[in-house]
């Protein structure tokens, strides 16, 4: 697997990163692997963009046992191996999981409780496995609750000897000052979307117009595109919310929430899609799902899911939804003649459509709408009800003026 070389390597050097499109977090990282390697390191950037896989590269290269730090990671020594196949005794991880998708502060000596901070804690105080460093990496570390960060506090303050611990985050200012402080920080951003086309074929998820087209769609995240390029289910998923969004411009009131349900449904449905190839590859063995919880009301369909499925559903759709209307914004600024920007549409096969759509648009409507979107994550996150929220975003999805007007 190739990426865009390091700064101030040479291109076989880069061979050795299974980052893509991130030279300068690459650097970064490089310089710790060579030394002195800074005790807790904050990996920030929007999701999927490569967070966890810089992280695990940077495990790699403070585990390997190459002679020459400036060769490490090498990707052939018996650390490196054991890296790559996600089962090092001396990696240490730790993901929201559970109801709530919370990074807890955990205690494993009580029954049925969720591995959480104290017990990444305790696992970190033992000897290493096999001699050396020992490296913990927090995924998700947004989801730390006030009590899980203030345990690992004194960690990030007295680290155990040859620990390294890494949080990945998409949003540092959600972590406690006194956590950011004690961190050295790398940022990652959006990744090009040659480079997400070059990782779709070097690991042969798609051709070259599928991979273009899966590029765009991922709009910067490369683990999205390969989640689509692995389960092609959820691109025809994704569609469908989209054409079903376009359908709602011209709707009225009782339409838009009628279609709420089967929206969120299928929202569901794509969320699942979009994980399980995640899961498999980066959290092999992780906690599955939460299980729904029956509802006696067959009014309302057989089973309800849990609070988590449907805030994840509900977040998967914003998503998508988000994507619909900044495309909608820039079809309605972009000329026949501006081919740069019409191309900056993410899915170019819809052109037609939104070009049309955004055409009969109120001025202002769009932007308004997103910045209206951007309200309602933000209560969802702050476990506002989904269905609600959905039911508001609806009402406030832009309503195209008749042709005749």
Known sequence: MTS????????????????????????????????????????????????????????????????????????????????????HPDVHRLAPEGPGEQVVIGDAR??????????????????????????????????????????????????????????????????????????????????????????????????????????????????????????????????ELTRTLLDLLPAGRASRLAAARDLLGRARDLADALAEPVSAVVRPGGAGRPVAEEDDDESTGPARLAPAERRRAARQLLAVWRELARDLAVARLATDDDLAGRRAVHDTELLEELTTAA????????????????RIAEQIAGNANPELAIDVALLAWPRVRSAAA
Request: proline content about 8%; glycine content about 10%; some cysteine.
């Open 4 to 87: 865009r070389p390091v700064p101030g390597a040479d291109p076989a050097a880069s061979r050795r990163w299974v980052t893509r499109g991130q030279p300068g977090a690459i650097a970064a990282v490089a310089a710790m692997i060579t030394g002195p390697s800074p005790h807790a390191v904050l990996l920030a950037g929007p999701s999927a963009v490569g967070k966890t896989t810089l992280a695990m590269d940077l495990a790699a290269g403070l585990l390997c046992t190459a002679a020459d730090p400036a060769a490490r990671p090498c990707r052939a020594c018996r650390s490196c191996r054991l890296v790559a196949a996600g089962n």
């Open 110 to 239: 009580e029954a049925r409780a969720a591995r959480g901070v104290r017990d990444l804690l305790r696992e970190l105080a033992l000897l290493p496995v096999e001699g050396g460093a020992r490296v913990a990496v927090i995924e998700g570390a947004v989801r730390m609750n006030e009590d899980a960060q203030n345990a690992l506090l004194k960690t990030l303050e007295e680290p155990p000897p040859g620990v390294t611990i890494v949080l990945c985050v998409d949003r540092e200012e959600v972590l406690l000052p006194t956590v950011r402080s004690r961190c050295a920080r790398v940022r990652l951003g959006p990744v090009g979307p040659r480079e997400i086309e070059g990782l779709l074929g070097d690991l042969g998820l798609a051709d070259a117009s599928t991979a273009a087209r899966l590029a765009r769609l991922a709009d910067g995240r490369p683990g999205i595109a390969v989640a689509y390029a692995r389960v092609p289910e959820a691109v025809t998923i994704r569609d």
């Open 359 to 374: 055409a009969r648009l109120p001025d202002g409507s769009l932007a308004s709408f997103l910045e209206r979107l951007d």
